[in-house]
């Protein structure tokens, strides 16, 4: 039974997880859009528009916040920039989830996932 158990393990060590998390949030944010598994997707989703929400409240302890996750520091910048402004009328809902069919190799369902 796993109940109240939260989130997707994806057969990795916690720390190779959160590697990997942090690795796809920032190609999505410097790309716009990545290609990758369903589950996948669906746990960076959140993580991804948790960045946007700090780029859009602007402050120094955001942009810290937003430093300590996001890899690279020209993506942090585009972020408060760039992506932050666009969105600063949304209240959140930054991402969409199309499904592109499963993969050759294994059959894994694929998935693009973008900014609105």
Request: zero cysteines.
């Amino acid at each position: 039974m796993r109940h109240r158990v939260a989130g997707r393990t994806l057969g990795r060590a916690t720390g190779h997880r959160r590697a990997l998390y942090r690795n796809l949030v920032t190609d999505l944010l410097r790309y716009e859009k990545i290609t990758t598994t369903e589950a996948k997707a669906k746990e960076v989703r959140g993580l991804a528009e948790k960045m946007i929400t700090l780029g859009k409240e602007g402050g120094l302890h955001s942009r810290r916040q937003a430093l300590s996750f996001i890899l690279d520091k020209k993506v942090t910048e585009r972020v408060f920039a760039e992506l932050a402004p666009r969105y600063g009328e949304r209240p959140g809902g930054y991402t969409r989830i199309t499904k592109l069919g499963p993969r050759l190799g294994d059959g894994a369902p694929m998935v693009r996932l973008e900014l609105v």
